[in-house]
Nanobody, 131 residues
Framework: QVQLVESGGGLVQPGGSLRLSCATS????????MYWVRQAPGKGLELVSG????????YVADSVKGRFTISRDNAKNTVDLQMNSLKSEDTARYYC????????????????????????WGQGTQVTVSS
């Protein structure tokens, strides 16, 4: 049974930092692209960042480039998102998600409409940036 469990969200002031973590189980972690996506109230899903199976290649959305960093630990089956210089517009629920296909990236901003593009995703963790 595939499980993805996010943690690390919370309330932070503008300019602050948070580190999200996603603990996974039930699949061969080091064969899949992993992603962080977010959904703000009343808005659609946004692909925030992704990382390939080998920890060599990453994708980072323009909206967070230079502020967010994705990383993974294939020994611990975890994927993290370090978020710095947080802004109010980063307020959203953040989800960890798994690609459907081994070794290949199939999720791109233009095709992300809902969670069905992923094979599995977590329950999410809320990030609120407010003074």
């Amino acid at each position: 049974q595939v499980q993805l469990v996010e943690s690390g969200g919370g309330l932070v002031q503008p300019g602050g930092s948070l580190r999200l973590s996603c603990a996974t189980s039930g699949f061969t972690f080091d064969r899949y692209w992993m992603y962080w996506v977010r959904q703000a109230p009343g808005k659609g899903l946004e692909l925030v960042s992704g990382i390939d199976a080998a920890n060599w290649t990453t994708y980072v959305a323009d909206s967070v480039k230079g502020r967010f960093t994705i990383s993974r630990d294939n020994a611990k089956n975890t994927v993290d998102l370090q978020m710095n210089s947080l802004k109010s517009e980063d307020t959203a629920r953040y989800y960890c998600a798994k690609d459907r296909y081994t070794y290949a990236r199939s999720v791109f901003p233009g095709v992300l409409q809902d969670f069905s593009i992923f094979s599995s995703w977590g329950q999410g963790t809320q990030v609120t940036v407010s003074s």
